[in-house]
DNA sequence: ACTGTTAGGATACGACTGTATCCATAAAGG
DNA sequence: CCTTTATGGATACAGTCGTATCCTAACAGT
């Protein structure tokens, strides 16, 4: 046999690749031959590892999935036990908009597919998914705050976390167009968390 | 001459016929032909009637923006005068929000050209610009509420206007992607609207 | 009535698309 | 050693794309 090669890590390239074109000029440029000139191969070898176009895109659309699910959790799901709520809630959402340009560039991508999904059933199913997991956890802890006093009662910790989480992809589409920049979306997204938890003692000036 | 066409009508029905192919089936499923064929005409038809796929592309745009413009103006700016600063509000995130079937369609071809625009620069001019105008209205409004009493004086009615808006498009996205009813996310936006401007009489029962 | 312009039908061009096929090379197993 | 199999280069195919061209038909102005 000849050279003896990773799929996986073969695939991996490949799918990088695809992402690479689909953030920077748009899911409508990436062809087959664009994938293999970005990675350096030969058309080829990506119809050798990819049966299809289809393969390749849903690769790039778990790709992407993971790439998110994996920054939010290292952000905060690590040591979610010693922050505070109001801390997980930063971490998250932090987490969520774009902020260095390769969290910019997976965004740009994922709201790529995101809206190609819309029209396009192939895609439908992997991309419109609800992410039930993060809003669930959310929630939860955001119950248990507000049990613990951490939150006023008239809030309802559910549409409070709708909230942010809608608000957090309403800001992250205005980042991407260059209509606000990642400060002031953040600043906004703190305006609200104060509000949800209280005039926080985080950043007060010492009492006189 | 020959028959003496009205040209505006005729560009007016093709433009038509793209938003109608763009909102249902993709932006990237718009071509010339697809087009032609919406429209019950030839090729040539489109051609003869827009120079170029780029001058087609901005008619779209600009009818598109056109009619959200027109949305929110009849919800809202029409008897601004004699709605309260919440009725405003209510006016215009119900205008955002997909609420018809016509708004749908609407909101998912500009969602479309939104998402082109942030890796085409052809669109980025036209589709990225930032509406000052809406949020410079409404940011007026609330201000003016806040010296009236109506607004709790430790809100910042900037950012709560930007928040509002943020949010519609977050939840609008949400909507198209059928992950949330139209109703729920009405609900989320009213209530912030209660939370904005207290709990609101409008159908508060009778005190007994 | 003739002429010139406008409106569109028909067709073609080169570029690009996804996919399929043919074939060469290289290494592992007998 | 030699056959088999994994890898990938080269090329082809049928569509579709935006755009260009050619030509005809119908009417306005003179």
């Given at each position: 046999m000849p050279k003896q090669v990773d799929h996986d890590e073969r695939r991996r390239q490949l799918t990088e690749a695809l992402l690479r074109i689909a953030s920077t000029r748009?899911?409508?440029?990436?062809?087959m031959r664009e994938i293999a000139a970005e990675a350096g191969v030969s058309l080829r070898v990506v119809q050798y590892y990819f049966t299809d176009k289809q393969a390749l895109l849903d690769s790039g659309l778990a790709e992407l999935a993971a790439r998110l699910d994996r920054r939010v959790r290292q952000r905060a799901a690590a040591d979610t036990g010693r922050l505070s709520t109001r801390g997980v809630f930063e971490a998250v959402l932090g987490a969520i908009l774009p902020s260095d340009e390769q969290s910019r560039l997976d965004s740009l991508a994922w709201t790529a597919y995101y809206t190609a999904a819309l029209t396009d059933p192939a895609l439908a199913a992997a991309a419109?998914?609800?992410?039930?997991a993060l809003e669930d956890f959310l929630t939860t802890r955001l119950t248990t705050a507000q049990q613990a006093?951490?939150?006023?009662?008239?809030?309802d910790p559910r549409t409070e976390v709708a909230t942010l989480l809608a608000l957090a992809n309403g800001l992250t589409a205005s980042v991407l167009g260059r209509q606000r920049s990642h400060a002031a979306a953040t600043a906004i997204i703190d305006y609200h968390l104060d509000r949800l938890f209280g005039p926080?003692?985080?950043?007060r000036p010492p009492p006189d």
């Open positions: 748009g899911l409508q440029a990436v062809s419109l998914t609800r992410p039930d006093g951490d939150l006023a009662s008239d809030r926080t003692a985080t950043l």
